[in-house]
T-cell receptor, first 113, second 112 residues
Framework: AQSVTQLDSQVPVFEEAPVELRCNYS??????LFWYVQYPNQGLQLLLK??????LVKGINGFEAEFNKSQTSFHLRKPSVHISDTAEYFC???????????FGKGTKLTVNP | ETGVTQTPRHLVMGMTNKKSLKCEQH?????MYWYKQSAKKPLELMFV???????ENNSVPSRFSPECPNSSHLFLHLHTLQPEDSALYLC???????????FGPGTRLTVL
């Protein structure tokens, strides 16, 4: 099983500011990496995923993430956030072919006007 | 309906009640999952079904009983629950056991 660390439990930012949500995982030869978003009273929605190939992954709603194998990180970024981005963001990791998806504890992003 | 649906969305039950949570996926997937989401804890995988066969039981107490009659439907039968079982229960599905999982909206369960 992977250990997934989301270093910031809460991140407050102002609207139109850039944001980075950090995610680190325990080392492995190869991994699949995911970011999910959960809006209040809803389930988890897939934002983006890294399975292989380019280390810079673009997702929905203007988010992107970069896989850094040497630092075992998969940080999520957005250059300019909106009020509607207020939600909880979860990083998840799995070993290729495994049914188990290991989640971090989540980061609550609050975008203020 | 599209995606993964769950019913009911909210459930309040006493410790002696028996109830069931239902999940249905409309994505043509063959693997389905139950997760528990409690406050301040990572999502916990409870059960995995692949082609209707249970392939994972993550040390879940027997008061939770899953059922997967076909690859589109998944149930979680609940009986004699404890207040600490109050949580958001999420269902997910994927094309294969190791591929991207898609989640339903969850059932918010409160045990009194």
């Amino acid at each position: 099983a992977q250990s997934v660390t989301q270093l910031d439990s809460q991140v407050p930012v102002f609207e139109e500011a850039p944001v980075e949500l950090r995610c680190n995982y325990s080392s492995s030869v190869s991994v699949y990496l995911f970011w999910y978003v959960q809006y209040p009273n809803q389930g988890l929605q897939l934002l983006l995923k890294y399975l292989s190939g380019s280390t810079l992954v673009k997702g929905i709603n203007g988010f992107e993430a970069e896989f850094n194998k040497s630092q075992t990180s998969f940080h999520l970024r957005k250059p300019s956030v909106h009020i509607s981005d207020t939600a909880e963001y979860f990083c998840a990791v799995s070993d290729p072919g495994s049914e188990k998806l290991d989640f971090g504890k989540g980061t609550k992003l609050t975008v203020n006007p | 309906e599209t995606g993964v649906t769950q019913t009911p969305r909210h459930l309040v039950m006493g410790m002696t009640n028996k109830k069931s949570l239902k999940c249905e996926q409309h994505l043509g997937h063959n693997a389905m999952y139950w997760y528990k989401q409690s406050a301040k804890k990572p999502l916990e995988l409870m059960f995995v079904y692949n082609f209707k066969e249970q392939t994972e039981n993550n040390s879940v107490p027997s008061r939770f009983s899953p059922e997967c009659p076909n690859s589109s439907h998944l149930f979680l039968h609940l009986h004699t629950l404890q207040p600490e079982d109050s949580a958001l229960y999420l269902c997910a599905s994927s094309q294969d056991g190791g591929s991207t999982q898609y989640f339903g909206p969850g059932t918010r369960l409160t045990v009194l």
